[in-house]
């Protein structure tokens, strides 16, 4: 007996495999490889589908954005108890500091600077992010008795790793993720005491 030639999905299940079709366009491409066309090569999807799915490609970019912030806070803060020396390993861990993530996300910062539907997601995302490290860094400086303002400090602290992270895309030679990781912990030292990773 042969294997049916199609197979059907679930809305959802089809929702997700042009989500991860697309996270891989742009791992593999950066934002010039997000098309329409190889977005349904790589989900074996049809056309129609993207609009029937997310209404437009910025639709389904949004989407994408969202799952890859996603998948970054699973990694670089899995629970609301992570403390910092463990969100500086974890930036820097294989998961995250590699090419196919750095990818991604220097293709999607790109896009967000012109694309008004991306942008409103990168806020919605950027938010949630800077909440968690702002409570990362209270963790830390209450376990040692400081006093510093979390708030303030959330923001430095997530340029600090974007801009690492672009410096391995720039030169991933050079910029090893035991570099990038002593560069971290050598300046949140000065503001939080040390970090110990």
């Given amino acids: 007996m042969s294997e049916p030639r199609f197979r059907r999905y679930t809305a959802e299940a089809r929702s997700a495999m042009l989500i991860e079709a697309g996270l891989a366009c742009l791992a593999r491409g950066g934002i010039q490889a997000f098309t329409i066309d190889n977005i349904c090569r790589e989900s074996g999807a049809s056309r129609g589908l993207i609009a029937h799915h997310f209404g437009s490609k910025d639709g389904l970019l949004s989407e994408v954005y969202v799952a890859a912030y996603k998948n970054f806070l699973a990694i670089l803060i899995p629970d609301e108890a992570m403390d910092l020396r463990s969100l500086i390993n974890a930036a820097f ?81 050079d910029f090893s993720a035991a570099r990038a990781r002593a560069a971290a912990v050598a300046l949140l030292s000065h503001a939080l005491g040390p970090i110990d990773p």
């Fill in 93 to 173: 861990s294989d998961e995250l500091y590699r090419r196919d993530p750095l990818n991604i996300w220097l293709a999607l910062w790109g896009e967000i600077a012109v694309n008004p539907t991306l942008r409103d997601a990168h806020r919605v995302q950027y938010k949630a992010l800077l909440e968690r490290i702002e409570g990362a860094i209270a963790r830390h400086a209450q376990e040692r008795g400081l006093t510093v303002d979390s708030q303030a400090l959330a923001l430095p602290v997530l340029a600090l790793i974007d801009g690492l992270w672009l410096e391995a895309q720039i030169d991933p030679e």
